[in-house]
Each structure stands twice: as structure tokens, then as C-alpha cells.
């Protein structure tokens, strides 16, 4: 099954911290942010934070649950979330 991830793992991974795992880390890949992810995010409301926006609009078009710690983002009933 494939994920979206929350900013906090891809810097994880950019900077080859131990607190994500070997296999998480050869598993990922990046998703350009383009013109169908701005759409979804221009739809989108109730999330004030640009990054947050940015995460669920591409979470929505993907339709893919995201990894993730952030409240808002769990509490965004538009798409699931894990952990």
C-alpha cells in the first residue's frame, strides 16, 4: 500500500536521520507539487496552515492516507490518516 507522508518524515529522509527506517527510506518517492495538486488545494477549506493545505490537496488527489502526527490534519475529515 502507498503513503503520503507528513513534512517531518521527508526531512527525515533528506537528511538521512536514524528516526526513520531503512526500508521507509528506500521506499520513498517525491510527487511534484503541479497545477492538479494546486487545484485540490484551492478546494479545500478549514486547514489555515499553506504546508497542511499543501499535504491534503495531494493526500486528495492521490487519494492516499498520510502519515502523520498533526492534529489538523487528523482532524481534516477529507482524507485518512495514520499514526
Given at each position: 500500500m502507498?503513503?503520503?507522508t507528513d513534512t517531518h518524515a521527508l526531512?527525515?529522509?533528506f537528511t538521512d536521520n536514524p528516526r526513520i527506517s531503512h526500508t521507509a527510506s528506500e521506499n520513498f518517492i517525491l510527487i511534484p507539487l503541479d497545477y492538479p495538486v494546486l487545484r485540490k488545494m484551492?478546494?479545500?477549506?478549514?486547514?489555515?496552515?499553506l504546508h497542511d493545505k499543501i499535504i491534503?490537496?495531494?493526500a486528495k488527489y492521490l487519494?492516499?492516507?498520510v502519515i502523520t502526527k498533526d492534529?489538523?490534519?487528523?482532524?481534516f475529515s477529507s482524507i485518512k490518516t495514520v499514526w
Open positions: 502507498n503513503f503520503l526531512l527525515w529522509w484551492v478546494e479545500l477549506t478549514g486547514i489555515p496552515e491534503a490537496s495531494t487519494n492516499l492516507p492534529k489538523t490534519l487528523h482532524n
